[in-house]
Nanobody
Framework: QVQLVESGGGLVQPGGSLRLSCAAS????????MGWYRQAPGKQRELVAT???????NYADSVKGRFTTSRDNAKDPVYLQMNSLKPEDTAVYSC???????????????WGKGTLVTVSS
C-alpha cells in the first residue's frame, strides 16, 4: 500500500506562483512513476505532469513552460512548481503513484485526496 498526501494549494492571483507537494509513505520501493492530475469544476480529470523514478518528466501542453515537477529521490516528496498561473488553472490537484507490476508491486494506482488551487483576482 502507498499513501499520498498533497499540500500547498490555496488562492493566488493570476500571474502568481504556487508549489504543491505530494508526500508518499508505505511501500515506496514499489512505485514506478508519480503524477499530478487536476479536475476543474464540471470538467473531467486531466493529466498535468508525470515523473518517473529516473526523473523523466512529461507535461500537458497547457502547462508546458509554466509548471515543473520534480523529486530528489524515492523517499522525498514530489513537487509541482506552478508559475504564471491563469484562472483556467483553477482545479483540485491530485497526486497519483503508479505501482510496479508483480512481483515488485501490485500494478495498482494510488491517489491522494487532492488540494484546491484557485487562481483569481
Amino acid at each position: 500500500q502507498v499513501q499520498l498526501v498533497e499540500s500547498g494549494g490555496g488562492l493566488v492571483q493570476p500571474g502568481g506562483s504556487l508549489r504543491l507537494s505530494c508526500a508518499a509513505s508505505g511501500r515506496l520501493f514499489s512505485i514506478n512513476a508519480m503524477g499530478w492530475y487536476r479536475q476543474a469544476p464540471g470538467k473531467q480529470r486531466e493529466l498535468v505532469a508525470t515523473i518517473t523514478t529516473r526523473g523523466i518528466t512529461n507535461y500537458a501542453d497547457s502547462v508546458k513552460g509554466r509548471f515543473t515537477t520534480s523529486r530528489d529521490n524515492a523517499k522525498d516528496p514530489v513537487y509541482l512548481q506552478m508559475n504564471s498561473l491563469k484562472p483556467e488553472d483553477t482545479a483540485v490537484y491530485s497526486c497519483r503513484a503508479d505501482s510496479l507490476p508483480p512481483p515488485l508491486g501490485n500494478g495498482m494506482a494510488y491517489w491522494g485526496k487532492g488540494t484546491l488551487v484557485t487562481v483569481s483576482s
